[in-house]
């Protein structure tokens, strides 16, 4: 280096005494003691190294190449030590980066430094050099293969996914604020500023040792890869320092570079797609089974590194969390809400599909099952897979497709039994609902097991979105107010009715049953909203089915697609069983949302407003002289500011269920039924009655949620009716992993290790 650098500098501070000198500022992650000891430990084994060397040498040219070639490994071993650092939580993205020491002469550029690049906004990885600086890896991103997380978005507006967060972990202390890289950037660039370090060992001895990185050269991607680091050490004699160095060594030391994700890191939620996922997330009462647990929520939500100091601090409110302190211990390297939208790993392959019972049946095949009191009724597949669809395949893994699973009433359940050597795979092609009590009991070796112990390992629930456009997918979001929320396309001339207003699938969990029981499954679902929505009504509706001994027609309101949805005859056949979306007088769908419906009605038109839809009917067929004038096919729904009741009609036009605003045929389109419809002596309940309607009280349902497993979905929107409960087991993600023998499923927020070294060539000869 010194026959090609007139510009030779040496700093007469320690490489270490800067980096410990930084850590009283705090400006940024500080050095924790264990990497303090660690290299210090080093730097005195340097020493006494060099001290044996001084007593070995044979001669006097033997012991100056064997000082440097002392400083290059005692160089290497520190800097690899500083960036192992997987306690800072920011010194190891720099493994992941290309860099240039200053010290390259202009004509050596092109040969001496890494080949970067930067793509067409010259910020995608590994982005352009800059000679002497380390890059902020916040601000360096991934391309973005295939368009998957740009979604359109010019290069100018989304550049791809963050190589580096910007903000901390949000946690029990309740901030989340930005990541100083600037500050991080700087100190590390002090390593390739062109100045050589002197190791703090051997400053006063006969030989003095010193380095200067030349390059670092990281080939991979975020899952790890390679960095090939360029380092010279010096050897020089104080009693003759006019004439500078008197040995040097030249080395390449390629070292593999691995992700890990720790136990803290484990993403047992992630919510959000991409860059136009703004409100992908709401926590709201969300609790962890054992609060001494670890584990990560990742909110794959864009951060503007430029506006960081404002964005990060917002996490808290945006993400809707009412108590931080049901979060993980962030202060304690427990996790947290994470937020960085990490690449995901990909769909899990499918195994063993086939015709193995029943349910399997790639043509449509709505499941839906009830149950209440005394009235009971189970479609056929509601128990396969807890009886001959388990017991025909105790050793055997299976897949089966369904389309639609509706599973709504008080004890209504759809029962799933697995164990280590007969998992299963759902494969969901509609929407999911769980409600007013129902639930997915999954049982682990026994249909008698209770509901829930089912290892979530073992019950894998894999969303296929139909193939409708991207705009469609974000036509759904998280209300600030919890749940669900709906947004139309926002081009005024594209019709209610076109696919772009017609959202994506979704999974509703509003019922998990009581504290024994709970949801537990692997939910494998990034472009689907999961929502626990359950709006604030004091009553649900009891489904009541056609049979032969009665003459009250089936009709069953659910939540498809995040909107409310009409079923014509959940005992009937596949089109009678398939959800149509509800519309309103003006077409619109009708969000299933915790806030009321504020689009169908206009209170000073219709009389009333703010509603919920409770129950859907039609008349009975015993003549009712009473009900003669009022519409055959009538919906209950709640005016949630007055307390009012009321019957409104609706008409079925093909595919199509639309509420009316008047008289069709000179039937009354609309009934008031007063404050409490359920009152034995009122009409309104014989009313409710002969529609085929009967009502429960919401009060008599569990409210709290429990979750086993992980959910990795598009919109994650808990609702603030009760408490959720997530079990952060850290023995569920190893079972995981080994369940799909991949480490991707390991999936989380990762550090960076340099570890094993692959190579460590010697460039030139000792000088």
Not at 298 to 323: A, F, M, T, V
Not at 365 to 392: H, M
Not at 681 to 706: A, C, N, T, W
Not at 735 to 743: C, D, E, I, T, W
Request: aromatic share 10%; proline share 5%.
């Amino acid at each position: 280096m010194h026959e090609e650098d007139t510009t030779y500098k040496r700093d007469k501070n320690t490489f270490l005494q800067k980096y410990l000198l930084r850590i009283v500022s705090q400006k940024a992650f500080a050095l924790p003691q264990i990497l303090i000891l660690a290299i210090g430990i080093t730097v005195t084994l340097v020493g006494l190294m060099n001290a044996s060397i001084n007593r070995l040498s044979t001669s006097n040219l033997s012991n100056k190449e064997l000082q440097a070639k002392n400083a290059t490994e005692s160089a290497f071993n520190a800097v690899r030590s500083l960036l192992n650092n997987s306690k800072s939580g920011a010194y190891y993205y720099y493994w992941l980066m290309k860099s240039c020491s200053s010290t390259i002469p202009s004509s050596k550029v092109n040969s001496e430094c890494p080949t970067f690049g930067g793509g067409r906004s010259g910020s995608q990885w590994p982005g352009q050099p800059i000679l002497g600086m380390f890059r902020d890896p916040s601000k360096i991103y991934w391309s973005d293969t295939n368009n998957e997380y740009c979604a359109g978005n010019s290069p100018s507006t989304c550049k791809g996914r963050p190589v580096a967060p910007s903000c901390y972990y949000l946690g029990r202390r309740g901030k989340s604020n930005s990541i100083d890289w600037n500050f991080s950037s700087n100190a590390l660039s002090q390593l390739i500023n062109g100045t050589e370090k002197l190791i703090e060992s051997s400053k006063n001895s006969s030989n003095v040792q010193s380095f200067d990185i030349k390059s670092t050269d990281f080939v991979g991607d975020e899952e790890g890869g390679e960095n090939s680091i360029v380092l010279t050490g010096f050897n020089s004699i104080p009693t003759n320092i006019k004439n500078g160095v008197n040995a040097s060594n030249k080395v390449r030391a390629n070292v593999q570079v691995y992700r890990r994700i720790p136990d803290s890191g484990f993403a047992f939620l992630s919510a959000g797609e991409n860059f136009n996922d703004k409100d992908s997330l709401f926590l709201g009462n969300f609790n962890m089974k054992n609060q001494d647990q670890a584990g990560s929520i990742l909110w794959r939500k864009h951060i503007n590194p430029l506006r960081d100091y404002i964005e990060c601090p917002q996490i808290k409110s945006k993400s809707g969390i009412n108590d931080v302190t049901k979060l993980p211990d962030e202060s304690r390297n427990k996790g947290g809400l994470w937020v960085q939208p990490l690449k995901l790993p990909p769909r899990p392959k499918i195994v063993n599909q086939g015709a193995l019972g029943s349910l399997w049946n790639p043509s449509p095949n709505p499941i839906i099952c009830l149950k209440d009191g005394n009235t009971r009724y189970f479609n056929s597949n509601c128990t396969f897979l807890e009886s001959a669809g388990y017991t025909n395949y105790k050793n055997k893994d299976r897949t089966y497709t369904i389309d639609d699973l509706v599973v709504r009433g008080k004890d209504a359940f759809f029962g799933v039994v697995t164990n280590d050597t007969s998992k299963v795979t759902l494969i969901v092609k509609g929407s999911i609902d769980l409600s007013n009590g129902g639930r997915i009991c999954h049982r682990n070796n026994s249909a008698g097991a209770s509901c829930g112990s089912g290892k979530p390992e073992n019950l894998a629930i894999i969303f296929l979105q139909p193939s409708q456009n991207t705009t469609s997918k974000q036509r759904l979001f998280c209300s600030p107010n919890g749940g669900i929320g709906y947004k139309k396309d926002p081009n005024r001339n594209i019709s209610s009715i076109h696919p772009n207003n017609i959202p994506f699938n979704t999974l509703n969990v509003s019922a998990t049953g009581d504290r024994d029981e709970s949801f537990s499954a692997f939910v494998y679902a990034p472009d689907t909203t999961f929502s626990t929505g359950t709006p604030k009504t004091e009553y649900y509706s009891r489904a009541i089915i056609s049979s032969s001994n009665t003459t009250i027609p089936a009709r069953l309101v659910a939540t498809t697609k995040g909107v409310y949805s009409f079923i014509f005859n959940p005992g009937g056949s596949v089109i009678e069983r398939t959800p149509i979306p509800f519309r309103n007088i003006n077409g619109d769908l009708i969000p299933y949302t915790t806030d009321a419906d504020k689009n169908s009605w206009d209170r000073r038109r219709h009389g009333f407003d703010d509603t919920y839809i409770i129950a859907v009917g039609k008349k009975g067929y015993s003549p009712r002289p009473d009900v003669n004038n009022l519409m055959d096919e009538m919906a209950l729904v709640w005016d949630s500011t007055t307390k009012n009741y009321f019957l409104v009609g609706y008409q079925i036009q093909g595919r199509e269920v639309r509420f009316v605003d008047r008289n069709i045929n000179g039937k009354l389109w609309r009934y008031n039924l007063g404050r409490d419809p359920r009152r034995r002596d009122s009409r309104g309940d014989q009313f409710i009655h002969h529609f085929g309607m009967e009502l429960r009280r919401v009060s008599s349902l569990p409210k709290d949620k429990y979750f086993k497993g992980s959910a990795w979905v598009k919109n994650a929107c808990f609702d603030e009716h009760g408490k959720i409960v997530w079990d952060f087991d850290n023995d569920y993600s190893t079972n995981l992993v080994k369940r799909y023998n991949n480490s991707k499923y390991n999936f989380g927020v990762p550090y960076y290790r340099g570890k094993t070294i692959e190579a460590w060539d010697t460039l030139r000869s000792f000088n």
